[in-house]
């Protein structure tokens, strides 16, 4: 009795001969592990994750590293006294921002993603508006654009894969 694969030849030799018996050769197990693998695939929920939480380390580190400069242990101990009175306030303003987004980006929260945007729309601002106040150039704000690009696809195919 077949469970399925009746009336078709090439069902009826693949359930009489491999289906429900093991794999003991190195071959076939090699080829089985990967065919699991493909079927399972990869949940687009759990990429954006990761993703975030790739992020989420950068952006911890880069606000920290703005404490390290305001703090002066970043080798230049009086560097954030020498800088203006608009360069300080935006360090401060994004060493606190960038930690806010980062551990929102780790959590996987919803205003994570969101706190993480304004701060990157933030920064693009003022370089744009004031290009001496903070020290980025066209390459980063280039790089910006692409980490919110792949974010937002993660997202929209995270959402679109949960309807589906």
Do not use: N
Not at 79 to 99: N, Y
Not at 113 to 139: D, F, N, T
């Amino acid at each position: 009795m077949r469970c399925f694969g009746t009336g078709d030849e090439a069902y009826e030799r693949y359930h009489d001969t491999e289906w429900g018996r093991p794999r003991t050769a190195e071959q076939a197990l090699y080829e089985k592990t990967c065919l699991e693998g493909f079927q399972a695939g990869l949940a687009w929920i759990t990429v954006l994750v990761w993703f975030m939480r790739i992020v989420a380390v950068a952006w911890l580190l880069k606000g920290l590293a703005g404490w390290a400069f305001v703090l002066g242990a970043s080798g230049e101990v009086d560097g954030f006294l020498k800088a203006s009175l608009m360069q300080q306030t935006a360090i401060v303003f994004f060493a606190v921002l960038d930690l806010i987004a980062g551990v929102g980006l780790w959590m996987a929260a919803g205003w994570g993603g969101g706190v993480w945007i304004i701060a990157l729309m933030a920064h693009v601002a003022l370089a744009l508006a004031v290009p001496r106040a903070i020290g980025i150039g066209g390459s980063t704000i280039v790089a910006y654009a692409v980490f919110v690009a792949v974010f937002l696809i993660l997202a929209w195919a995270a959402a679109h894969q949960e309807e589906g």
